[in-house]
């Protein structure tokens, strides 16, 4: 078929083959023989099988170089093709939307106050310790320099995607500790972002204006606030109207459709699209149908989302990290120092007790997409260079890495983690 | 977010929400109120937000054009973007794994034969029918004219995935016009394929090889048969092999990875995507995991397979259709006379009464996909113009409205449609 558009197909078409399929693999030895989340087995397989290792070497007949930067992809720091990229966003929006879905909402509201209190630790620190390793290592020329203050923006956000799949898969999502941390991790998230939309503004302008800084503030949270709190008040009517439906397969289509909507009305607000999707699922995870969408979520789920992880461990470019190995180090150990302290320390202010206090540190520990968004946006706008891109990608791989090896066991042991006895006590939990 | 990539994946979600959406709506009102199946409100829901109609107008914040040629998408005939396409063409995979899935395999076999006479008869009249009618109105010189051979080529291949979809949706999938139609639908989706390869090479090279074209046959049909006959021979090891994975998930991901690689090798061996997905369904349709990769399918299949359809329906450009207007309706008449002509009189010669002959006639009606594919490959070749391309589309838009119009009522009003007694009865059915 001599047609761009078929090639480009079917090479997409089979790069899909093999990612979910060596995914799942990877995936099933790592439960099985290492006894760690799968998660980690579909990054390694990124790694490998990525346009910086093994599949920027393989060529095969018609599909050409199996994974690799394709022409005409300029536009984008990604070296993977739109196609294969819009995959794994979808994948994303799908990933938040069901984790949305199994949060309890009544848990949620309640370790609402905890999370924020966290949260905000949990990107204050890693944002200064950020900066100050930039100005340290005379990569940056002081606090002000745009480059201190990516390479901040860059340590602030836990992976909400990570953090969300690795509870899954060892069960912990529901558990106090669970709940708080992807309350905080939504939370740091939405502060995430908002500080990048500031950053790049400074960036551009090379001004700083307090008015501003205010406006993107109050746009950003407001949306996000808003879009959660319409979700909930709606969510009995979204049921209803879609229990009324009698064409098969109408109420997952439609709801997933509205985790589109969700996504990209976030995204035009200025916020990640994940947290649109995570807002939906919010939103009707307490509703009659909650139930539906995930049982019949669930094979979607099984076998799109690996492809997301896949895609992020095939942005690992191991040249561009050596150059800078010492600084990413440093900066490696200390994402990790300020995420476990800056969100360990206000847990324990806010009802946990020790064990729990690290579980909920360790657990905000991965970062992930939003990481990897800064880093992306800084390279686009010329403020980053490969070296600073090639270390956020490798404290991001590190830190990912670590979270689900510390938090297995740290669960495992089981025990509880707050200071009070009985799951429902709401005591000393309102400190935010 | 200043990021090209993530603007492209904004858009493409907010499209998917949009198609989605709709597309339900409309087939919940086809189905509840115009009793037609879902797949014409699918279609229709394409026409009006198309890029050619509503969808090239409308325009929003930070999306831009709602539905619109995209720059840099000059590679392509084919007006959306590439990343929507793909979302289209992955759908088109798994609606014909799904219905490989479906199919009774042991009937399949037993139909063979005479779907392979019927497919013959129902290449054969349309392909003449069509250069004849090109000649006929001065569009093309003579017999011999590369486009004479395109406008055949166009006529030939009946749209395996709406015929699969109409078979669905009115639950006859399984009855044996179901299974004769379908198979006549793949195999002369794959002669399609093959006359569409012969004639590219034709109009490349405008000399006319006999060994050349013996040797794309012998390929194509080889690939096909093998591949069918492999899957089948492997289906048991596949399941066990499936049934061994612990991590959950993993049997519906990988058989989709698999359905995704027999969809790329059969492109790469020169067939369309969709014969190699219909082959792996089929080659797993017995097999003990059948059943369950039927039932986690479905929500994948309900809120994937009608952005496929709608997308379609986007392809169809009013203006382009205009000035041939008249052509185009004696083409669109010529392809419903020649299918169910073509088909139902061979239908009749290997043990179908009237009634039988005349579903499967009618059911061989919708040209789609492969018609299209054609089409697209005649524009980017520059054998056809927009014009032709236009009578293409509304000869493939006609044929496909019509189908289940009168097919729904000739089912509905019951009634054998075979001459032998017995659904078991195996005489007569030998003829291929």
Request: hydrophobic residues 55%; charged residues 10%; contains cysteine.
């Amino acid at each position: 078929m001599e047609h761009g558009i078929t090639a480009v197909i079917t090479k997409l078409v089979f790069q899909l083959f093999i990612i979910i399929f060596l995914a799942k693999l990877a995936g099933e030895a790592c439960e099985r023989y290492l006894k760690q989340p799968s998660v980690l087995g579909e990054l390694g397989v990124g790694m490998v099988i990525g346009p910086y290792a093994l599949g920027g070497l393989i060529t095969l007949p018609m599909i050409g170089v199996l994974f690799g930067v394709p022409h005409g992809a300029e536009t984008s720091s990604i070296p993977v093709s739109i196609e294969l990229y819009a995959v794994a966003q979808i994948a994303a929006v799908i990933l938040l939307f069901v984790a949305g879905l199994e949060t309890d909402l009544k848990k949620f509201i309640r370790y609402a106050g905890p999370a924020a209190v966290i949260a905000i630790g949990g990107v204050v620190f890693p944002f200064l310790l950020g900066a100050w390793a930039a100005v340290l290592f005379g990569v940056a020329e002081s606090f002000k320099d745009p480059l201190a203050l990516f390479m901040g923006a860059i340590m602030t956000a836990t992976s909400v995607g990570i953090t969300a799949r690795v509870l899954t898969d060892i069960g912990k999502l529901d558990t106090p500790e669970g709940v708080t941390i992807l309350g905080a991790a939504v939370v740091d998230d939405v502060v995430g972002i908002l500080i990048l939309a500031i950053v790049v503004s400074m960036a551009h302008s090379g001004s700083f204006s307090l008015a501003k800084v205010g406006m993107i503030a109050v746009k950003a949270v407001g949306f996000w606030l808003g879009l959660t709190v319409i979700g909930i008040l709606l969510s009995k009517k979204i049921s209803k109207f879609l229990l009324g439906f009698k064409s098969s397969g109408a109420i997952v289509a439609i709801a997933l459709a509205l985790a589109f909507f969700a996504s990209a009305l976030a995204e035009m607000f200025g916020l990640a699209m994940i947290i649109g999707a995570y807002s939906m699922g919010l939103a009707l995870s307490n509703s009659p149908i909650a139930e539906t969408l995930e049982e019949k979520m669930a094979p979607v789920y099984h076998a799109l989302v690996p492809v997301f992880f896949v895609v992020m461990g095939m942005l690992v470019d191991f040249a561009a990290m050596r150059s800078l190995l010492t600084f990413g180090l440093v900066v490696s150990g200390l994402a990790i120092v300020s995420k476990v302290f800056g969100c360990g320390v206000p847990a324990m202010g806010v009802g946990f007790n020790t064990r729990g206090s690290f579980r909920v540190g360790i657990g905000m520990l991965p970062r992930g997409e939003v990481a990897l968004i800064v880093a992306g946006v800084g390279l686009t706008t010329g403020v980053i260079g490969t070296d600073i891109f090639g270390v956020s990608i490798m404290m991001t791989l590190i830190t990912t890495i670590m979270a689900p090896m510390i938090l297995v066991p740290l669960f495992s042991k089981g025990g509880e983690g707050r200071r009070r006895k009985g799951i429902g006590s709401n005591e000393g939990l309102t400190g935010g």
